[in-house]
């Protein structure tokens, strides 16, 4: 990602630093994790099933109870996150409730991308480099780690005193 935070705190928002390229990745990737949420499910896609961990994995009549609640609330919110990403992905300054949107919208993409790629801790370029399509994907895959990162490291502590 570079030496700089392309995030820096800037009165009440965040000014981005972030090249068009990267702007227009990242709008791609919130138009894609959109068609996935709304044309798959939990049950159809273990990546998808990876946004919607089971909240009671010993009483499953409770879980059920708990996704019949919690489903379209979790999916509503997942899908406002990305529009927001979208939106502003071509913005030089953000609010920080927008930059908190970016965060769970790049979150969720990583998650996906990580399952789809078997992705772990101990993964690398070389373990993807053999096809390029899949090169590509973890490309996007670290690129929307260093990103993620970059947001966390822009927020800072939520708890510290100012």
Do not use: C, K
């Not at 630093?17 to 896609?45: F, H, I, K, S, W």
């Not at 789809?116 to 929307?144: I, K, M, N, Q, W």
């Amino acid at each position: 990602m570079g030496d700089g935070n392309p995030f820096r705190r800037d009165g009440e928002g965040f000014a981005v630093d972030l090249p068009t390229e990267a702007r227009e990745v990242l709008a791609a990737v919130a138009v894609e994790l959109r068609e996935v949420l709304t044309g798959e499910t939990a049950d159809d896609d273990p990546a998808v099933a990876r946004l919607y961990p089971t909240a009671y994995p010993d009483d499953p009549a409770r879980n059920i109870g708990f996704e019949h609640v919690a489903s379209e609330d979790l999916q509503r919110d997942r899908l406002a996150s990305l529009g927001v990403l979208e939106a502003t992905s071509g913005s030089p300054w953000l609010t920080e409730e927008q930059l908190l949107a970016w965060m769970r919208a790049v979150n969720d993409a990583r998650l996906v991308l990580g399952v789809r790629l078997d992705v772990t801790e101990a993964s690398s370029f070389e373990d993807y480099a053999g096809d390029p399509a899949t090169a590509h994907a973890f490309s996007t895959y670290a690129y929307l780690s260093g990103i993620l990162e970059a947001i966390v490291e822009a927020l800072g502590d939520p708890t510290a005193v100012p």
